[in-house]
Nanobody, 124 residues
Framework: QLQASGGGLVQAGGSLTLSCEGPGRTFSGYQMGWFRQAPAKEREFVAAISWGGGTTYYADSVKGRFTISRDNAKDTVYLQMDSLKPEDTAVYYC???????????????????WGQGTQVTVSS
């Protein structure tokens, strides 16, 4: 029900912008998040944004390099990734949370809908 796109291969220091859409369904009232999963690792929180876009959250590992934003008129959430590092290599997933509570943005289990993931590979 969510479609993530924009992944690819980029050199270290480069940039990518991921997009997440929900064709056929509006997610404008949902808190949205991005997670990532590298091979043989657990899925981890990357960034989240409140339904109105006024509050954002970031993992320490991406703070200052990644920016999450949303355009509710287009039902699209973005993840701008700058200064990419090889350790950012992973499959990136977007997710939607219908009923957020304090701190819920961090936990994958809080989210109700998930996209299929898009591969990001950063070469050194």
């Amino acid at each position: 029900q969510l479609q993530a796109s924009g992944g690819g291969l980029v050199q270290a220091g480069g940039s990518l912008t991921l997009s997440c859409e929900g064709p056929g369904r509006t997610f404008s009232g949902y808190q949205m998040g991005w997670f990532r999963q590298a091979p043989a690792k657990e899925r981890e929180f990357v960034a989240a944004i409140s339904w109105g876009g006024g509050t954002t959250y970031y993992a320490d590992s991406v703070k200052g390099r990644f920016t999450i934003s949303r355009d509710n008129a287009k039902d699209t959430v973005y993840l701008q990734m700058d200064s990419l590092k090889p350790e950012d290599t992973a499959v990136y997933y977007c997710a939607a949370e219908a009923n957020p509570y304090i701190g819920s943005y961090y936990y994958a289990s809080s989210y109700d809908f998930w996209g299929q993931g898009t591969q990001v590979t950063v070469s050194s």
